[in-house]
């Protein structure tokens, strides 16, 4: 049983930050690439960025220059942390497990898909 449960989620106004968090339970997270994408009601699946098994973060443009991913063994664990939040930010983020970094981050996933967690950017 291969799960992932996503939180942290919150609204906050133009300019501000946000730490989302990823942990994983029946597995272990640094035996897999986890990547982070985001949806937006009546638009597609947008790759966020992905953590490789060697500890490496690949970003997408949506996350390079603001945006942080990082993994906790400890705590089996992933994170995502924004700052310099903008209104296109708002969506519903998920993280899931892959035997490495894709393409398609809605493909290959090793993990059910959880209910992800709402950023809303508004003033």
């Known amino acids: 049983q291969w799960q992932v449960a996503e939180s942290g989620g919150d609204s906050v106004r133009p300019g501000g930050s946000l730490r989302l968090s990823c942990t994983a339970s029946?597995?272990?997270?640094?035996?897999?690439?986890i990547g982070w994408s985001r949806q937006v009601p009546g638009k597609g699946r947008e790759a966020v960025g992905c953590?490789?098994?060697?500890?490496?973060?690949y970003y997408k443009d949506p996350a390079k220059g603001r945006w942080t991913i990082a993994r906790d063994d400890a705590k089996n664990a992933v994170y995502l942390e924004m700052s310099a939040l903008k209104s296109e930010d708002t969506a519903i983020y998920y993280c899931?497990?892959?035997?490495?970094?894709?393409?398609?981050?809605?493909?290959?996933?090793?993990?059910?898909w959880g209910q992800g967690t709402q950023v809303t950017v508004s003033s």
């Open positions: 029946g597995f272990t997270v640094a035996d897999y690439a």
């Open positions: 953590i490789a098994t060697h500890g490496l973060s």
């Open positions: 899931a497990a892959y035997r490495w970094c894709p393409v398609d981050y809605g493909r290959d996933v090793l993990t059910s």
